[in-house]
């Protein structure tokens, strides 16, 4: 089976040399690009990112990029992977930095974790943790039930309603630490910072 062209999304918010190097070890060679049209032709699709929803999503309409991710994702049916901030953009709204409207790729919102939820812990949410996975997908394949991953993130999307696969974590309440909905899946961790669970589940995606 031939591997994908990958490519991953640079909107000048993201830790996109970690992900190249996770990609390059397992084997890939993905193309970093900002380009609207390289992107809609991509075999798969890798959003990363890191900082505000807000400044976000004008970085992604600036460029036009939301545009050619839509396209490919819901009419090409592209396979795409959001990773931390890349899943949070991929929801309905998102409240960092005042109401903003995200790519709608998944119907839910991202709301920042209060002191009310988390209790003692701090934030923000910074290290391993465990995530329950939901093995009715194929993102969790040869993981166990219950596996670490490393988050870094203040705010959380919902679960709930939702009609895809979900995974959770919990700190101090149970949030929505990965979704998989046919060509559509996101983690809220890090996976190219998750050492072999991580690289194990970049694998899945790229099989998918």
């Not at 592209?78 to 960092?96: F, N, P, R, S, V």
């Not at 203040?154 to 995974?167: D, E, F, I, K, P």
Request: hydrophobic share 40%; with cysteine; glycine share 10%.
């Amino acid at each position: 089976m031939p591997t994908p062209k990958i490519t991953i999304v640079d909107y000048g918010m993201g830790n996109i040399w970690s992900v190249v190097s996770a990609l390059r070890y397992i084997g890939c060679e993905p193309t970093v690009s900002s380009d609207p049209d390289e992107i809609l032709h991509a075999s798969a699709i890798l959003l990363p990112g890191v900082g505000s929803f807000k400044r976000a999503m004008h970085e992604l309409q600036s460029k036009k990029i939301d545009i050619a991710i839509l396209e490919a994702v819901q009419i090409k049916q592209t396979k795409i992977l959001g990773i931390c901030l890349g899943m949070q953009l991929m929801a309905d709204i998102g409240y960092e930095d005042g109401e903003t409207l995200g790519l709608g790729l998944i119907p839910s919102s991202v709301e920042a974790f209060n002191s009310i939820e988390i209790g003692l812990n701090k934030i923000p949410h910074v290290g391993f943790n465990q995530v329950i996975t939901n093995k009715q997908g194929d993102l969790f394949n040869q993981l166990p039930e219950i596996s670490d991953f490393y988050f870094v993130h203040s705010y959380r999307m919902a679960g709930g309603n939702l009609s895809g696969n979900q995974s959770f974590c919990n700190y101090g309440v149970n949030f929505l630490a990965a979704y998989e909905d046919d060509n559509i899946c996101a983690t809220q961790f890090h996976p190219e910072k998750s050492q072999t669970n991580g690289l194990i589940l970049l694998q899945n995606f790229i099989k998918i």
